[in-house]
């Protein structure tokens, strides 16, 4: 037993769910770079929910395809709505981070064709959902936090399953797949803070298999 517990230490936090402390951390300048050439070709935007809502966490992607949401439904698309045009391609320096990290918690071969980027500011929240718009359920998600901090919600095979929290930080990668890939998730209203590279801002990024 260590008197000082390392906060930087890997946590099976169930089957098949791995939390990667700060796995990200030195690369986060260069992938933060990346992420602002990607938003400056695809704006970051507030989806609409199909009930006509607007999303609360500001979106978008790079990779063959991306998520969308709008009227319509939940989709995987290889274009941007917003322009008509591919969405940017994956950096290889986000390509790679992902499969280093889905093989360092047991998932070897993991090649991502989406990456979702979520960005959050004051307040803003994802209620419980799951992933299930991926067409295979089998390749593990793996999702790398940027900026704030913030208080992840992780639930259960079903919704009504009371959400343990989780606080994610800066650099932190969480790898989910296996019995966990199918599990309720979210994250709590996120607390205005002020971080030394993203200033008001958390951004999440999620390597997804989904075509
Ligand atoms: C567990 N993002 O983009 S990351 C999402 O921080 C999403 O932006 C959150 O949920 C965020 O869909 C949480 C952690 C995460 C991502 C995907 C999962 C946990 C997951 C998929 C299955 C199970
Ligand atoms: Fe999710």
Do not use: K
């Not at 602002?36 to 609360?56: D, E, F, K, L, V």
């Not at 989780?166 to 990668?173: A, E, K, Q, S, T």
Request: glycine fraction near 10%; aromatic fraction near 8%.
């Amino acid at each position: 037993m260590t008197l000082f517990e390392d906060p930087a230490q890997d946590l099976a936090l169930a089957p098949g769910a791995m939390l990667l402390g700060r796995f990200a951390e030195t690369a986060d300048s260069a992938l933060l770079a990346a992420l602002g050439r990607i938003i400056a070709a695809a704006p970051i935007r507030h989806m609409m929910t199909p009930n006509g809502g607007q999303m609360s966490v500001g979106m978008t992607n790079c990779g063959a395809a991306g998520w969308v949401s709008d009227r319509t439904g939940y989709r995987y698309d290889g274009r941007d709505p917003e322009t008509g045009r591919p969405w940017p391609a994956m950096p290889q320096s986000f390509a790679d981070l992902a499969t280093r990290a889905a093989a360092a918690a047991g998932f070897a071969g993991f090649v991502p064709d989406a990456c979702l980027i979520n960005r959050y500011t004051a307040a803003t929240r994802l209620s419980l959902h799951q992933d299930r718009n991926e067409r295979d359920l089998g390749a593990p998600i793996v999702s790398v936090s940027l900026g704030l901090p913030a208080v992840f919600l992780w639930g259960g095979l079903r919704r009504a399953q009371r959400p343990r929290r989780v606080r994610l930080v800066h650099g932190d990668v969480v790898v989910w797949g296996g019995p966990a890939r199918m599990t309720f998730h979210g994250i709590d209203p996120l607390r205005a803070a002020d971080h030394a590279l993203t200033g008001p801002l958390r951004y999440n990024l999620t390597f997804r298999r989904a075509l």
